[in-house]
């Protein structure tokens, strides 16, 4: 059977048997375009380039590519300038629909694929003409399958698609960002059920995966990291740039004299605190009451506010289950082999363009 999204995009663009070259991961967001290639040496998997390409607000909104000429001539300066030639590449999840299905359990994975597809407009809101999905089993019940899936519009997966490959790079791979995610954060062979909070600049994404890689809850909230910056900002009246490197140093640690700070900035965090804890109670409450949702045993913080000094303890507080910074790095080669050439606190915002690469050498 397919395994996941992926699989099926692969099969949709089936990359030429001679392709040897290094495939970039690349992750397209409102921000920008993030990029990281991957290559095996004798130590490892190594990172071989990366970069961050910033562009105007309004090229990519709520996950719809507004302005795609803006987008390629990103895309082509990083061809140009980096030789990146081959990519597999995230489709965004605000455009994604997860579903979850029982199906009559059968041993052949083409016709448990089958059997989804002949009902997946009834698990999503798009005519089944109009879908692709990739499907995974979960559990099985006797003679019921337990499956979970992720599926996208036709439209979402050509537009993006055809403005990668109108830049001069040629697209192996296409899937969900929240497939990407665990593979770069998750240890390999990790069949725990996590929550990972991707605590980005404007928004933060949470995700539950079960058994280590199969997403089955997402969302998106309007709380970013940025509004962090402005507390600092406001509070000692300095430049945006300073107010970056404050919040860095001091974090939400409780110290002599800052009383007033962690007020300002708690304030703020607090939303996404209660947030958290809100999406906790609901799946750990599923998972009492529903014998294919397993119980989060652990939250994986994510994303370019994910470093944030304090912030595990201060989550933890809440939910009860341990909460760490995410380790982008903890599938390539060992650190006291090969020093990464991304800085750990920027390397969080990388998670999704390591974990498409990683495809390539951890095709799960």
């Known amino acids: 059977m397919a395994q996941g999204l992926s699989r099926t995009f692969r099969a949709l663009f089936p990359p030429p048997r001679f392709l040897k070259m290094p495939t970039a991961g690349i992750d397209m967001s409102a921000s920008g375009v993030k990029f990281v290639v991957l290559n095996r040496s004798v130590k490892g998997v190594v990172i071989e380039a990366f970069g961050t390409y910033r562009f105007k607000k309004g090229v990519i909104t709520d996950g719809d590519l507004v302005e795609r000429s803006t987008l390629q001539t990103v895309l082509k300066r990083i061809q140009k300038e980096h030789g990146v030639h081959f990519a597999n590449i995230a489709l965004p999840e605000q455009k994604s629909y997860l579903f979850q299905a029982k199906v009559p359990y059968t041993a052949d994975d083409a016709v448990l694929r089958a059997s989804v597809a002949q009902n997946i407009s009834e698990q999503v809101p798009l005519p089944a003409s109009e879908a692709r999905f990739g499907a995974d089993r979960l559990s099985r019940e006797k003679d019921i399958q337990h499956v979970t899936g992720v599926a996208y519009a036709r439209r979402v997966v050509s537009e993006y698609s055809d403005a990668v490959s109108a830049s001069g790079i040629t697209v192996k ?192």
């Open 173 to 364: 791979a296409m899937e969900s960002e929240m497939n990407a995610v665990p593979r770069a954060l998750l240890s390999q062979g990790d069949t725990g059920t996590c929550m990972i909070v991707d605590f980005g600049r404007t928004t933060t994404k949470i995700m539950i995966i079960q058994d280590g890689k199969h997403p089955l809850f997402a969302t998106t909230l309007d709380i970013g990291g940025h509004a962090l910056t402005q507390a600092v900002q406001k509070f000692y009246n300095v430049t945006e740039d300073e107010a970056k490197v404050i919040k860095r140093e001091k974090g939400i640690i409780p110290e002599e004299g800052n009383v007033g700070y962690l007020s300002s900035v708690l304030t703020t965090l607090s939303g996404l605190r209660d947030e958290v804890s809100k999406r906790f109670e609901y799946w750990q409450d599923r998972a009492r009451n529903e014998k294919s949702v397993k119980p989060i045993e652990m939250i994986v913080l994510a994303g370019g506010n994910g470093s944030l000094r304090g912030l595990p303890e201060y989550l933890m507080a809440s939910v009860g289950v341990p909460v760490r910074t995410g380790d982008p790095f903890v599938n390539l080669a060992p650190f006291n082999e090969v020093v990464p050439p991304i800085e750990f606190e920027q390397s969080l915002s990388y998670s999704v363009a390591i974990g498409l690469a990683l495809r390539e050498f951890n095709d799960d």
